[in-house]
């Protein structure tokens, strides 16, 4: 019964979406990929509200689902539980009926965990410029390898207007073999992984001519959302990389990296990885976390583990849950780096919690 009201709900909103974009006809800027997805859309509305303020609409969080989206774009900041169904079906109607003027620039992140989700959401707002991050294993359950991602991640490359423009991270080299998909103008972005946000937003901004001194200006005081790479201060002096809302062995190695790069800058005493399962990767689960381990053992000087794909991973502690007494977080101190990621469904983020200072 559930899934028939969501299918429904899903159905409804989805076509008051389109309404919504048939009526309003805005510029919208999209942006996909296996990760820095939402740091991205984040940097590229700061970028744009900096230049025209109110005109620019951003999609809330990660609301980037064929469910998400159009919650998003019919005014809702948040995802919702079965109970209030009913109560967004009359929102979503009346705030359709009642006509209100929507915002010149649509600034929307588009995410995919199975074949078609791009296809369906860009049938939903053609974007008239196109942002791709990174292609990597993320989803494998579903898209079954990488080359199951590239065709999904590329669907956002193929629905950009002929008279807009693709922005390619230069970086990634499944990203630029998209520029033969591209109708438009292909724009080419590149930086350290830790940069990917900043520089797409920077091209962005210099296609749709804003200011360089407001986009350097604009981009100077940007912060990552909580759980993205966000750097902040930890208890007894120490330093947090709280990237712990997703994980996949692409960001696995990005966050490696910013690590080790925060650790020089700051010349840390000890760097510390509290890592966790990453989910849905299917047939590559196994060999995804041993790769994991390989990487993770060059950089850190101590390891935790959490959850059952990392127990064997043979770490310096493991636990079956972020709830458990973690020996370290007793022996935390200044000069202490600490990197905390995994998947969402093993919430780290409680970890996080009381790692903060």
Not at 303 to 332: C, F, M, R
Request: hydrophobic share 40%; glycine share 8%.
């Amino acid at each position: 019964m559930k899934i028939y009201f969501r299918k429904f709900l899903e159905r409804k909103l989805g076509k008051w979406a389109k309404q919504a974009w048939l009526v309003t006809r805005p510029e919208v800027i999209a942006i996909t990929g296996s990760t820095a997805k939402t740091s991205t859309k984040e940097a590229i509305c700061a970028v744009m509200r900096a230049q025209f303020g109110g005109e620019v609409f951003c999609s809330p969080g990660n609301m980037n689902s064929e469910f998400g989206m159009p919650l998003a774009i019919l005014g809702f900041n948040r995802s919702v539980k079965f109970f209030e169904f009913p109560i967004i079906l009359l929102k979503g109607w009346l705030r359709i009926r009642s006509k209100r003027k929507f915002p010149h620039w649509w600034v929307l992140e588009m995410g995919s965990d199975k074949p078609g989700d791009i296809k369906y959401l860009t049938s939903l707002v053609q974007p008239n410029s196109g942002v791709i991050t990174t292609v990597g294993p993320v989803h494998l359950q579903a898209l079954g390898s990488i080359e199951g991602v590239y065709e999904e991640k590329v669907d956002l490359v193929r629905a950009v207007k002929n008279d807009g423009a693709v922005f390619l991270n230069r970086m990634n080299n499944l990203v630029t073999k998209m520029a033969d998909q591209a109708k438009g103008r292909v724009i080419y972005y590149s930086g350290n992984p830790d940069e990917i946000a900043q520089s797409a937003a920077e091209a962005v901004g210099r296609y749709y001519k804003i200011d360089e001194q407001k986009i350097e200006q604009t981009l100077a005081n940007f912060k990552s959302l909580d759980g993205r790479m966000s750097v902040v201060e930890g208890i007894n002096g120490s330093v947090i990389i709280d990237d712990s809302y997703n994980s996949n062995p692409l960001s696995m190695e990005v966050a490696l990296y910013c690590l080790d790069k925060l650790a020089k800058a700051r010349g840390a005493k000890r760097k510390i990885v509290i890592v966790g399962d990453m989910l849905e990767l299917g047939n590559y689960t196994k060999e995804a976390h041993r790769v994991m381990k390989e990487a993770i053992e060059r950089v850190a000087d101590y390891t935790v583990g959490i959850g059952p794909l990392v127990k064997d991973l043979q770490l310096n502690e493991w636990y079956e849950d972020s709830d458990a007494k973690i020996s370290v977080l007793n022996q935390i101190g200044e000069g202490d780096i600490i990197l905390v990621k995994a998947s969402r469904g093993i919430h780290l983020d409680n970890i996080v919690k009381r790692l903060k200072k």
